[in-house]
């Protein structure tokens, strides 16, 4: 089992700031996911990562895994009260996700 | 297409009953998996499925049994509900590229509480 640690665990910030969490474990992963999960809903997937060093942007988002494939992180920018949402982390073909961080972006 | 269906959305059982959450797909997906969630504590495997005829435990297994006669449905079964049950049930389905495993398509969950 590869375990997925996400921080922070919760992030509350002003509309228009930006921000970055973090999803790290001690084990390489071949590839990686990050969805959004928002209140009554099931998560959705954001973006795949596979290649070491690999950057992904997606609008206002930008995915990043690390060199080693242990870690990954998400930056936002300019947030929007719609960035509201858990995101998570998966491990691809393990099927673990991380804890996740919860984030709220204020008008 | 209606991609992944849970059924029902909510319920609320007894301690002791038996019922069983439904899940379907309609995409072919040779992946099937049901997590449950808690406050604070992410999604939890608790068991899944590589193809019909094929399942196999996750993290949190006990107190529960899954079958996967069909592609399509993957059923969730709790034997005897305990009040430890109560949470946020969520089934998804996946497929392969190559070696690596696409990303899930989530159901909309079932809210279960075991009073």
């Known amino acids: 089992t590869q375990l997925l640690e996400q921080s922070p665990q919760f992030l509350s910030i002003q509309e228009g700031e930006n921000l970055t969490v973090y999803c790290n474990s001690s084990?390489?992963?071949?590839?990686l996911q990050w969805y959004r999960q928002e209140p009554g809903e099931g998560p959705v997937l954001l973006v795949t990562?596979?290649?070491?060093?690999e950057v992904k942007k997606l609008k206002r988002l930008t995915f990043q895994f690390g060199d080693a494939r242990k870690d990954s992180s998400l930056h936002i920018t300019a947030a929007q009260p719609g960035d509201t949402g858990l995101y998570l982390c998966?491990?691809?073909?393990?099927?673990?996700f991380g804890a996740g961080t919860r984030l709220t972006v204020k008008p | 297409n209606a991609g992944v269906t849970q059924t029902p959305k909510f319920q609320v059982l007894k301690t002791g009953q038996s019922m069983t959450l439904q899940c379907a797909q309609d995409?072919?997906?040779?992946?099937m998996s049901w997590y449950r969630q808690d406050p604070g504590m992410g999604l939890r495997l608790i068991h899944y499925s590589v193809g019909a005829g094929i399942t196999d435990q996750g993290e949190v297994p006990n107190g529960y049994n899954v079958s996967r006669s069909t592609t399509e449905d993957f059923p969730l079964r709790l034997l005897s509900a305990a009040p430890s049950q109560t949470s946020v049930y969520f089934c998804?389905?996946?497929?392969?590229?190559?070696?690596?495993?696409?990303?899930?398509?989530f159901g909309s969950g079932t809210r279960l509480t075991v009073v």
């Open positions: 998966a491990g691809a073909n393990d099927m673990r």
């Open positions: 998804a389905s996946s497929y392969s590229i190559g070696s690596l495993r696409a990303g899930y398509t």
């Open positions: 084990s390489v992963f071949s590839s």
């Open positions: 995409m072919n997906h040779e992946y």
């Open positions: 990562v596979v290649t070491g060093g």
